[in-house]
């Protein structure tokens, strides 16, 4: 805009200065005339585009959408909105959303916002919802699979000792012992696999005695040696005690599965508004994040609003680290 010296006008200058979106004045027939706000936001650099026309300046498609809209707010005297894709003459393809509000007979003024990190959000939002309905799901297959092939086979052969045994009570009673030590071992096998499908679910231990004491325990169970830096006793929210959990969990698991290494860290810290849990190794780096184990991990940690990060260089070890707000 240039120079004015009203206060009127200044004011009006100031704004559009202010403003973080692009803001086009536009005539009837496609025609810049004045630009404020963002420039770098324009498809072509600034100088080149007041009193040129739309058509001349954007691709061909893009103007047409544009063009369709500034019809429409001429037409209906209302506020049309467009969306469309562009290259700025300033950096990579991105998202526009486009307000058009008719101004006077012949003439429009469009805010262009950049939506391009908004759309971002709402696809990473949806495509990790998807994954934690899918995971839901696997879950819920693998519960079902282990009581069908285990708990249930072995309790369908225990019922199946009692009948044997009721029959042979009248005929045959010198073979009942052998039936019913049978049905006992049939049954305390059952009772093992329903324990350890259980204590696989979510740990007694945590929700009995919190994050430290359960990590404690996983890291008795660890096969290399742990290192515990920092492990707060305070009990926290059951979520992100759980989240904390399945991180150090999964973080020890990957360590024992992938890295080679020869000690694991551990590190739990109470900051002002979140908790801080790394776990790392030393071993051969070069994890990859979306893997179903990592990817589970950043999602958890998303669905909480915190952050999931890890650094996995090849040869110098892997951390994970999340940020988890209390
Ligand atoms: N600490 C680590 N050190 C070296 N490589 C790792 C480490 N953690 C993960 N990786 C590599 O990254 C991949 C992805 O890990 P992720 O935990 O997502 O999957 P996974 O452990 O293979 O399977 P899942 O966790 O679903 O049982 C692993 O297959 C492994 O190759
Ligand atoms: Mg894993």
């Known amino acids: 805009m240039d120079g004015v010296s009203t206060p009127v006008e200044a004011r009006h200058r100031a704004l559009l200065e202010a403003l973080p979106d692009l803001v086009l004045r536009l005539g009837a027939d496609g025609t810049y005339l004045e630009l404020g706000g963002d420039l770098s936001r324009l498809a072509n650099p600034p100088e080149l585009v007041v009193g040129a026309n739309v058509r001349d300046l954007l691709p061909s498609d893009v103007a047409e959408q544009l063009m369709r809209g500034v019809a429409a707010a001429l037409s209906s005297g209302e506020l049309a909105t467009v969306n469309y894709r562009l290259r700025p003459h300033m950096g990579e393809l991105r998202d526009f959303e486009l307000r058009i509000a008719p101004v006077a007979a012949g003439e429009v003024l469009a805010i262009v916002r950049d939506v391009t990190d908004l759309h971002e959000a709402i696809r990473e939002v949806s495509e990790s919802r998807a994954r934690i309905v899918t995971a839901g799901d696997a879950e819920r297959r ?185």
Not at 283 to 291: H, I, L, Y
């Open 142 to 326: 693998r519960i079902e699979r282990n009581l069908h092939d285990g708990a249930q086979q072995r309790l369908v052969a225990v019922s199946l000792h009692l009948h044997l045994i009721r029959k042979r009570l009248d005929g045959r009673p010198e073979a009942v012992p052998e039936l019913l030590d049978a049905a006992q071992t049939e049954l305390a096998l059952a009772l093992d696999e329903i324990r350890e499908l259980v204590r696989g679910l979510h740990p007694r231990v945590l929700t009995d005695h919190g994050l430290a004491r359960a990590v404690r325990t996983l890291a008795e169970r660890s096969l290399l040696p742990v290192e515990l830096v920092s492990l707060p006793e305070e009990r926290l929210s059951s979520s992100v005690e759980a989240a904390a959990y399945y991180l150090i969990a999964e973080a020890l698991a990957n360590a024992a599965k992938h890295a080679q290494a020869r000690l694991i860290t551990i590190r739990v810290e109470l900051e002002a508004d979140h908790v801080v849990v790394e776990v790392a190794d030393d071993g051969v780096g070069g994890a990859d994040q979306s893997g179903s184990g990592l990817q589970g991990l950043a999602d958890r940690v998303a669905a909480l609003g915190g952050s999931f990060a890890v650094s996995s260089v090849r040869g110098a070890g892997t951390a994970v680290r999340a940020e988890l707000p209390l």
